[in-house]
């Protein structure tokens, strides 16, 4: 009697390892960026879906598997976007589920974007203060927004400012991440306090600068911002 021998090789379905986000640290305001999501171990490869906020991103997204040694598949997803200011806060979700096992639950794994942006001088306004005694004071106040926080340096006619006897500076931070203030008080003005009082706001991925006229006797005026960025 002859025997037959067959060899049948059972493949079980199965999740996949629960996926892990990359390439979110380090986002900038208008520099295209690549998040990946990576998922392991399951059978088959899972599809991946992408929300960023409550909208569907999938089609920025580009997915491969690879098996591995336990004949199960490795996968990835690349999700290309260019953040904005308007991105920061909101959450990026990677979603992993099994097409032909729609009793297997989603996995998904999700960040809030810190999205980085250069500074911007927001405010830079002097006003005049009596303190008597036909006496006034100046206070010029510069406020930049930034992420990171921007260092602010004030210049009086292109020359650094510190404190002094008649010269105070006072720094304070309006928004913890984003929002900085200097204010600088010159006591008793007079016509040699008048000049070009600059304020630049630094940081690595670029700064801003404005500069506003004081006249002891007029009315001061700024003049337009300069800013610069870095590649």
Known sequence: MNQRQAEVRVIVFGPPD????????????????????????????????????????????????????????????????????????????????????????YRSVSEVLQVLYSPVIVDFSVRRVSTGHQSLDAIITCTSDSRPLASITLFSNSIELNNSTRHQIHRSLLQEDTSRSSILVISNISAEDDGNYTCLADTRLGNDSATITLSYSGKPFTIRPRRMYVQ
């Open 18 to 105: 629960p996926p892990y986000l990359n390439g979110i640290e380090g986002l900038q305001d208008g520099v295209s960026s690549n998040v990946t999501c990576t998922s392991d171990n399951g059978y088959p490869a899972p599809t991946f879906l992408w929300y960023l906020g409550t909208k569907n991103v999938t089609k920025y997204s580009y997915t491969q598997s690879l098996g591995n040694k336990n004949h199960r598949k490795d996968a990835i997803s690349l999700f290309t976007f260019t953040p904005t200011v308007d991105n920061h806060g909101k959450l990026l979700v990677c979603q992993v589920f099994q097409p032909n096992a729609a009793s297997m639950e």
